[in-house]
C-alpha cells in the first residue's frame, strides 16, 4: 500500500456520501405523499366546508440520516374552528 493512503478515512467519507445521497432520495420517492386536493368536499359537522390550511414540515430520522416529509396539513372547519386532518 502506498504511503500516505488512508483507506479508513476513504471509507468513511464515501459512506457518509452515500447516506446522505440515500436521505435525499428517500425525500423525493416519499414526496406528495399524503398531499394534494380531494375530488369531493370535505364538511364539517357544522355544515360548512373544510378549508386547506397548506402542508406541514416533519422531520424523519431514519437509517440514512434525517428526512423531511411535507405532509397535508389539517384543515380548518369555519364556524366550529376545530382542526382535523384531511384523511380524517
Do not use: H, N, Y
Request: aromatic share 4%.
Amino acid at each position: 500500500m502506498e504511503r500516505g493512503v488512508d483507506l479508513e478515512s476513504w471509507e468513511f467519507g464515501l459512506r457518509s456520501a452515500v447516506l446522505v445521497a440515500g436521505a435525499r432520495l428517500l425525500e423525493k420517492l416519499i414526496e406528495g405523499l399524503g398531499s394534494g386536493r380531494r375530488a369531493e368536499r370535505v364538511v364539517c359537522e357544522c355544515g360548512s366546508e373544510m378549508e386547506s390550511v397548506g402542508r406541514r414540515e416533519k422531520r424523519i430520522k431514519t437509517v440514512l440520516g434525517e428526512i423531511i416529509f411535507r405532509q397535508r396539513g389539517p384543515g380548518r372547519r369555519f364556524r366550529s374552528g376545530r382542526e382535523m386532518s384531511g384523511r380524517d
